[in-house]
């Protein structure tokens, strides 16, 4: 990943203002660090099958980056979680103001989107990246994700339903990570279908166990506002802590008996991503 953090150093927003804090703002939490986990499933799955096109992959993991981070950044707003921290830091309109936070986000967002239009990819490749990246992040999925879950604070869902929420709101663009990943080195659709269902199924495994760290870590262990689910529809509000593990461990076993029927690139690719996140919460 040190290639991937040496490419994003190098390629921070840059935008020359009269402006005092814009183009500061714009890279502020992407250099907060964070696990970068979807741009990690995309590079891992690249570097597996066709490493000569890693170096033309990178702008794709930024673009995943980038979209992340403008999530995450509305997600703290005041008028969402109203989040002090995130990433061990200030959150942006804590560090700044609303405004710079909302607009950050926004140039974020499409600045994810420039940046694999601009990438040394194939066209047809690259419109297939766009169109991933849009379906998953968009309407119908990490947006109406959030939109379901502040519409719905303090007021209770089912199971099914909160499974719903999280699949949108964290899941589609986990799995969108690796479908791209796949795109980009041009696995069969059989393939990159395989690779996004396994992705839903990580993504939901990943919000189970950050509801667990958010229900018994301090906000010092996790790095970020910690202990403000219990208005949210998280798992552990709805199943409690030990039902929340058991559902962990059910889904940790699903995705161990999928990936055991990936060629050998894809588990060599894929492995240490399993063992640290598909084990951490014990």
């Known amino acids: 990943m040190q290639r991937f953090e040496a490419y994003l150093s190098r390629n921070l927003p ?3 203002t009269f402006h005092p804090v814009y183009e500061e703002a714009l890279g502020a939490m992407l250099q907060a660090g964070g696990k ?15 490493p000569m096109l890693y170096d033309s992959a990178l702008p794709v993991a930024l673009a995943l980056e980038m979209f992340h981070t403008y999530s995450l950044i509305h997600d ?17 309109h804590k560090r700044f103001d609303e405004v710079t936070a909302i607009l950050a986000g926004d140039a974020l967002n499409s600045d994810a989107f420039l940046l694999i239009a601009q990438a040394p990819l ?8 766009i169109r991933l990246l849009a379906a998953n992040g968009g309407s119908a999925g990490m947006v109406l994700g959030q939109a379901i879950d502040c519409w719905f604070e303090n007021k209770p869902l089912t199971l099914d339903e909160v499974k719903i929420l999280h699949i949108n709101k964290t899941a589609k663009l986990i799995a969108a990570s690796l479908a791209m990943g796949a795109v980009i080195v041009r696995l069969e659709k059989a393939v990159q279908n395989r690779l996004y269902d396994f992705g839903i199924d990580l993504g939901l495994l990943f919000q189970i166990q950050d509801d667990i760290i958010d229900e018994t870590q301090s906000e010092e262990e996790a790095g970020k506002t910690t202990g403000n689910d219990g208005e949210k529809n998280s798992f552990v509000t709805l199943l409690g802590l030990e039902a929340s593990i058991a559902e962990a461990d059910a889904l940790a076993k699903t995705l161990q008996e999928q990936f055991e029927t990936f060629d050998t690139p ?3 690719a894929l492995r240490p991503l399993m063992e640290t996140y598909l084990y951490r919460h014990h």
């Open 14 to 16: 840059k935008v020359s």
């Open 266 to 268: 894809l588990q060599k």
């Open 36 to 50: 970068r986990f979807r741009p990690m499933l995309l590079l891992g799955i690249v570097d597996a099958y066709e």
């Open 122 to 129: 194939r066209e047809d490749v690259k419109i297939e990246l």
């Open 76 to 92: 703290d707003l005041p008028a969402m979680d109203n989040a002090d921290l995130r990433r061990g830091h200030q959150t942006l």
